[in-house]
């Protein structure tokens, strides 16, 4: 079977967040599974050079946007068994950065273009196209308004993966039409309508064959309208083509075992996570004391991550007897509280407002507590590597996290984490104080925490098994 992922980012090449990561391993499981897997993303002029020099061409051609006739390239790199083919132009890519731009809707309806477009150039016919986030959400109704009566594209199907909702590709309706060629009909409320505009996603929701998003909670939660940002009734609507799979991370990436940026490799040797925690309070002037829970934070500073709740409740966190360490940056608001808490609480406090992918290792490595209280949290990633770095997660029972935490329950044993339900400081406080109580207190419930932990399995195999399941079932 043949695949094709059509996405705004990939890890090693470019990343913002956790749909980079995704792309980055999720192609690399269903390769080893057996399907032949590729992967389409602009070339952006922020990849490093030591990819963009791997690169070869395959192919350049004219594309008809509009108006416009825009040049565009393929280059290809095989990377982990994987073919990425990467679409150049460099009046739209070769920037500073990926998005936040003024033509974003030309930018990647170029890409949404290109995609289709570069198939036949590139000897590979698709059974799925697999579209991720609004940046491709224009593939599966452009297929179908444009290209389906061709036989090279006739039997190609598409499915859109939601790695967050609330990112929509909304532009106004008369771009669209310029762009795209779409008639009328296509901008009525129950077709690519929204907030008065178009919207990308809507059109990968509304067109496509199958529709996915990163865990089974989420798949629930966006069709009520507290989560579902507007388009809860259309998701409703296609509640019998809406899967929810959660995500997986990389083993080989996050691996405690062989992971190059610990001080001391371990599995589920908890002194020499011990050994991790007191190198790095030494390195970031903290007392060194393996006794003392440390809770950290590698996040994102924004609302959505729960920074609200621990605003509101910092002081009394801090009156703990822990240490929090911070890593992350987001809205100045928040940078600025973590800042002013490492000046007035030194020993207890250490913020580092800035992201490093080898410093977040260490973090996952040396933490007792991940604490991730996130109002709205499709799938989370943080929370999979803190388990198995054996950094026992305190997450809000939302989304992905009430999907891959189970919380601990001392009477039967059972249990990975802490967990709670309202989105409420106080109620994130008593959870937080009844983690700390059990490090402190309860050593046997500690031990059966790590023991539970040991045993979940978050690689993709589960997850890609799932997608070939859909796949399946969408080309038979």
Same mark, same amino acid.
């Given at each position: 079977?043949?695949?094709?992922?059509?996405?705004?980012?990939?890890?090693?090449?470019?990343?913002?967040?956790?749909?980079?990561? $995704?792309?980055?391993?999720?192609?690399?499981?269903?390769?080893?599974?057996?399907?032949?897997?590729?992967?389409?993303?602009?070339?952006?002029?922020?990849?490093?050079?030591?990819?963009?020099?791997?690169?070869?061409?395959?192919?350049?051609?004219?594309?008809?946007?509009?108006?416009?006739?825009?040049?565009?390239?393929?280059?290809?790199?095989?990377?982990?068994?994987?073919?990425?083919?990467?679409?150049?132009?460099?009046?739209?890519?070769?920037?500073?950065?990926?998005?936040?731009?003024?033509?974003? /809707?030309?930018?990647?309806?170029?890409?949404?273009?290109?995609?289709?477009? /570069?198939?036949?150039?590139?000897?590979?016919?698709?059974?799925?196209?697999?579209?991720?986030?609004?940046?491709?959400?224009?593939?599966?109704?452009?297929?179908?308004?444009?290209?389906?009566?061709?036989?090279?594209?006739?039997?190609?199907?598409?499915?859109?993966?939601?790695?967050?909702?609330?990112?929509?590709? $909304? +532009?106004? %309706?008369?771009?669209?039409?310029?762009?795209?060629?779409?008639?009328?009909?296509?901008?009525?409320?129950?077709?690519?309508?929204?907030?008065?505009? /178009?919207?990308?996603?809507?059109?990968?929701?509304?067109?496509?064959? %199958?529709?996915?998003?990163?865990?089974?909670?989420?798949?629930?939660?966006?069709?009520?309208?507290?989560?579902?940002? +507007?388009?809860?009734?259309?998701?409703?609507?296609?509640?019998? %083509?809406?899967?929810?799979?959660?995500?997986?991370?990389?083993? #080989?990436?996050?691996?405690?075992?062989? #992971?190059?940026?610990?001080?001391?490799?371990?599995?589920?040797?908890?002194?020499?996570?011990?050994?991790?925690?007191?190198?790095?309070?030494?390195?970031?002037?903290?007392?060194?004391?393996?006794?003392?829970?440390?809770?950290?934070?590698?996040?994102?500073?924004? %609302?959505?991550?729960?920074?609200?709740?621990?605003?509101?409740?910092?002081?009394?966190?801090? /009156?703990?007897?822990?240490?929090?360490?911070?890593?992350?940056?987001?809205?100045?608001?928040?940078?600025?509280? +973590?800042?002013?808490?490492?000046?007035?609480?030194?020993?207890?406090?250490?913020?580092?407002?800035?992201?490093?992918?080898?410093?977040?290792?260490?973090?996952?490595?040396?933490?007792?507590?991940?604490?991730?209280?996130?109002?709205?949290?499709?799938?989370?990633?943080?929370?999979?590597?803190?388990?198995?770095?054996?950094?026992?997660?305190?997450?809000?029972?939302?989304?992905?996290?009430?999907?891959?935490?189970?919380?601990?329950?001392?009477?039967?044993?059972?249990?990975?984490?802490?967990?709670?339900?309202?989105?409420?400081?106080?109620?994130?406080?008593?959870?937080?104080?009844?983690?700390?109580?059990?490090?402190?207190?309860?050593?046997?419930?500690?031990?059966?925490?790590?023991?539970?932990?040991?045993?979940?399995?978050?690689?993709?195999?589960?997850?890609?098994?799932?997608?070939?399941?859909?796949?399946?079932?969408?080309?038979?």
């Amino acid at each position: 079977m043949k695949i094709l992922f059509a996405a705004s980012e990939a890890v090693p090449f470019i990343k913002t967040g956790g749909l980079a990561d $995704v792309i980055g391993s999720l192609p690399k499981e269903l390769t080893r599974q057996g399907l032949d897997v590729r992967v389409i993303l602009p070339k952006y002029g922020d990849i490093p050079a030591k990819y963009r020099d791997l690169m070869t061409h395959v192919t350049s051609f004219d594309v008809q946007l509009g108006w416009r006739k825009q040049y565009i390239g393929i280059d290809m790199l095989v990377h982990e068994g994987v073919t990425y083919y990467f679409v150049d132009n460099e009046f739209y890519y070769k920037r500073s950065g990926i998005y936040g731009f003024g033509d974003e /809707a030309e930018r990647f309806g170029f890409f949404c273009r290109g995609v289709i477009e /570069a198939l036949p150039y590139l000897d590979f016919g698709p059974d799925v196209i697999h579209c991720h986030d609004w940046q491709a959400g224009m593939i599966p109704v452009l297929l179908k308004a444009h290209y389906q009566h061709l036989p090279f594209f006739s039997e190609i199907k598409t499915m859109t993966t939601v790695h967050n909702l609330k990112y929509q590709g $909304v +532009f106004g %309706q008369q771009v669209f039409k310029d762009l795209f060629g779409l008639s009328d009909d296509h901008f009525s409320g129950t077709a690519l309508e929204l907030h008065g505009g /178009a919207s990308f996603l809507k059109g990968g929701l509304l067109y496509s064959d %199958q529709i996915t998003t990163v865990s089974q909670t989420y798949a629930e939660e966006i069709q009520t309208p507290y989560y579902g940002e +507007f388009l809860d009734s259309l998701l409703r609507h296609r509640k019998d %083509q809406l899967t929810g799979i959660v995500n997986g991370i990389d083993y #080989d990436v996050f691996d405690p075992m062989t #992971d190059k940026n610990l001080v001391v490799n371990y599995r589920d040797s908890l002194p020499k996570k011990t050994q991790n925690k007191t190198a790095l309070q030494e390195r970031l002037g903290l007392p060194v004391n393996g006794d003392i829970p440390m809770i950290v934070l590698v996040t994102r500073l924004v %609302q959505q991550k729960g920074l609200d709740l621990i605003q509101h409740v910092l002081r009394e966190i801090l /009156a703990l007897d822990i240490q929090l360490v911070v890593l992350g940056t987001g809205e100045p608001v928040y940078e600025q509280m +973590f800042r002013n808490a490492a000046i007035t609480h030194p020993t207890k406090v250490s913020a580092h407002i800035y992201f490093d992918e080898a410093l977040a290792h260490q973090f996952y490595a040396a933490s007792d507590l991940f604490l991730m209280p996130s109002q709205f949290e499709p799938c989370g990633i943080g929370q999979l590597i803190a388990l198995r770095y054996r950094s026992v997660p305190i997450v809000r029972e939302t989304g992905g996290l009430k999907d891959t935490v189970q919380p601990y329950n001392e009477f039967t044993g059972e249990g990975t984490g802490f967990s709670f339900t309202h989105y409420n400081a106080h109620d994130m406080l008593h959870i937080i104080r009844r983690a700390v109580f059990f490090y402190k207190n309860d050593r046997d419930s500690w031990m059966k925490i790590q023991h539970n932990m040991k045993k979940g399995d978050f690689s993709w195999r589960k997850s890609a098994q799932q997608y070939i399941t859909l796949y399946t079932e969408m080309t038979s």
